[in-house]
C-alpha cells in the first residue's frame, strides 16, 4: 500500500497474459502531468497471518508512523451521544413533512423533549443548502425556504449543535473568485474545488459561531475525485484539499466524518488527527442488510477511524408518510449494529416514532 502521498498515488493487480500470473503495479496517477521538484513517494509491503491480522497491524504501524491517536475520535460527541440524522434513508430525508424543514425540526425536538429521549445533536442532510449546476454546492447556507428563520434560529431554538453534510463545490459557487467571490478555486466543467485555507478557516469559523457545527460531513468523496480533472493531473492537489479542510476543522473545534471514500482517503487521514470517523455502509434503506458492515469496517478501524453504519428506523412500521416507506422488520439488529461498530448512533424515525426503549438500549 502507499505510505506517503495517498492522494497522488495509484496501485492495482493486473493479470498477466498467460492469464495464470498476477502482477502488483505501484506508482502515481497515470494521468500526472508533472512532478514537483522535491516531491517523494514510499510504498510499504506488510505481511500478517490472514486478512484481520494483516491489516491490523499494517494500520498500526501506519498510525505510529503519522502519530494518529484515538484522541480526537474518543472525545467527539457525535460519537459519544445519540442524534437524529435526516440522511438517505431516514424519514425526512428530501421530505420535510407536513410543514416546512423548520417546523418539522422543531416537532423532532419537542417530541423528543416530551419522551424523554436523549437527542443531542442534529443531522443535516444535503436538503438544506443552495446548489447550482450538476446539482453542486454554490452557497453552503440555508435556504429560505427550508429554513425561513434561518439555521441560526433552530440551532438556538433546540440547542443542539449541527453535524452538516457537504458535497462538491457547484462551478458557479459564491465563493469562487471565477463568481465574485473571495476565494481560490479551480473551476472545471462540471464541479470546483477550493484552494485556499482562507476559504476553509471562513466555512468552519462561521459555521461554527453562527449556527454550532460541530462535525462537517464530507460526502461524495470517491465523485470529487474522480470528477475532477486537475486532482487526477496533480499528484499534490488532492492532499492539499483535504489537509486544509482539515487543518480549518482542528483550528475550530469540528471533528470530520468522510462519505463515498476510497481507501485512499481514509489513508489520507492519517494525517488529519480531527478525521474521527466514515461511512462504511451503503445508504440506509429499511429492510436491507445495509447493517452488515464487518469487512468494510476493518480497513477503516485499522487507521483509528470509527466506522459508521448511517441511519436506520426503530420501529418495524412509520406511523405515516416517510420519504422512505418501507418496513423494518429488525430495528434491533439495526441499533446493535450502530453501536458495535463504534460510530455515530443516529435513528432517523418520523417524529413521535422513535421507539425509547431501543435509543435507551445504545
Not at 36 to 63: C, H, I, L
Not at 161 to 188: C, I, L
Not at 221 to 226: A, E, K, M, P, Q
Request: hydrophobic share 35%; glycine share 8%; charged share 20%.
Amino acid at each position: 500500500a502507499p505510505a506517503s502521498q495517498f492522494m497522488g498515488a495509484s496501485q492495482s493487480v493486473w493479470r498477466g497474459m498467460d492469464e495464470k500470473s498476477y502482477y502488483l503495479s505501484f506508482g502515481l496517477l497515470g494521468k500526472a502531468t508533472e512532478i514537483p521538484k522535491g516531491f517523494e513517494y514510499e510504498t510499504v509491503f506488510y505481511a500478517g497471518r490472514g486478512v484481520n491480522d494483516a491489516v491490523a497491524g499494517w494500520g498500526r504501524q501506519m498510525r505510529e508512523r503519522y502519530g494518529k491517536t484515538d484522541d480526537f475520535r474518543e472525545a467527539d460527541f457525535s460519537i459519544n451521544y445519540v442524534g437524529y440524522w435526516t440522511d438517505n434513508g431516514a424519514c425526512y430525508h428530501y421530505y420535510p413533512g407536513d410543514v416546512n424543514y423548520e417546523q418539522t425540526m422543531m416537532q423532532v425536538h419537542e417530541a423528543a423533549v416530551q419522551k424523554e429521549i436523549p437527542f443531542r445533536y442534529l443531522q443535516l442532510d444535503s436538503w438544506w443548502y443552495f446548489k447550482g449546476p450538476h446539482d453542486g454546492v454554490k452557497n453552503w447556507t440555508a435556504m429560505p425556504t427550508v429554513f425561513p428563520h434561518g439555521l441560526p434560529y433552530v440551532h438556538n431554538q433546540t440547542r443542539w449543535p449541527m453535524f452538516a453534510h457537504n458535497r462538491w463545490w457547484s462551478v458557479d459557487t459564491d465563493y469562487a473568485k471565477q463568481n465574485g467571490g473571495e476565494f481560490d478555486f479551480v473551476v472545471e466543467d462540471r464541479m470546483a474545488l477550493p484552494v485556499s485555507q482562507d476559504f476553509w478557516d471562513y466555512l468552519m469559523g462561521s459555521s461554527k459561531r453562527d449556527w454550532g457545527l460541530f462535525v462537517y460531513e464530507q460526502d461524495w468523496l470517491s465523485t470529487v475525485f474522480g470528477g475532477l480533472k486537475a486532482i487526477q493531473e496533480n499528484v499534490t492537489l488532492g492532499r492539499t484539499w483535504l489537509l486544509q479542510m482539515g487543518q480549518a476543522a482542528q483550528r475550530h473545534g469540528i471533528t470530520i466524518q468522510y462519505c463515498m471514500s476510497y481507501p485512499r482517503h481514509l489513508m489520507q487521514a492519517l494525517e488529519i488527527p480531527v478525521v474521527t470517523q466514515s461511512r462504511v455502509s451503503r445508504d440506509y434503506h429499511a429492510g436491507s442488510t445495509q447493517w452488515d458492515i464487518g469487512h468494510q469496517a476493518v480497513l477503516a478501524e485499522a487507521l483509528g477511524i470509527a466506522p459508521y453504519k448511517d441511519t436506520f428506523y426503530t420501529t418495524p412500521r412509520q406511523p405515516s408518510k416517510c420519504s422512505d416507506e418501507s418496513d423494518e422488520p429488525y430495528p434491533r439488529l439495526q441499533a446493535f449494529s450502530s453501536v458495535y461498530s463504534t460510530g455515530p448512533v443516529g435513528p432517523g424515525d418520523r417524529y413521535n416514532a422513535t421507539d425509547k426503549a431501543i435509543v435507551m438500549l445504545t
